[in-house]
């Protein structure tokens, strides 16, 4: 092997030395300064992105607090009209009601004008059945008519006092 030849070892220390200097001052000049250069680069682009996302995050909550501002305001609406309606329906109801009512009332008056109308004919034609009555009781009994007005007077007198 070469490499371990007594012989050769003072150009391969000399080659080595150039070697290792030549690499340096690369690395030191040239690689170095790139590398440092994409370090900075990307070490402001994150801290840009982390103001962007702060900024971003402010807005969103920003937002947020709108939206959420923006659905109580929405639900507090809606509940005013679903109490305005609810008062309407009642309001409505509550004219149904009586007018209802009215028409009701109306009905049974009108049912008992009917009613006194129906008593009033069944006692006329009660009374005229029963003076009726009496003149074939009195023709049998006094073999005789009485008058038919003097029948009716005297049903008419029978029954204002109930007997």
């Known amino acids: 092997m070469p490499q371990f030849d007594t012989s050769t070892f003072a150009s391969q220390i ?78 409505a109801a509550a004219l149904q009601e009586a007018e209802a009512g009215k028409r009701l009332t109306q009905r049974i008056a009108e049912s008992e004008a009917g009613i006194a109308r129906a008593l009033e004919a069944a006692m006329t034609d009660v009374r005229q059945a029963a003076a009726e009555a009496a003149a074939l009781a009195a023709a049998r009994l006094l073999d005789e008519a009485p008058d038919a007005a003097e029948a009716q007077r005297a049903v008419a007198a029978v029954l204002k006092t109930g007997g």
């Open 14 to 91: 000399f080659w080595l030395v150039v070697t290792f200097v030549t690499l340096y001052l690369v690395m030191w000049r040239v690689v170095a300064p790139r590398i440092a250069e994409v370090l900075e680069s990307r070490r402001r682009r994150i801290e840009m992105n982390l103001e962007k996302a702060e900024t971003l995050k402010k807005d969103a909550a920003s937002a947020r607090a709108a939206y959420e501002k923006a659905l109580t305001g929405a639900h507090n609406e809606a509940r005013a009209i679903v109490a305005e309606a609810g008062a309407r329906i009642a309001e």
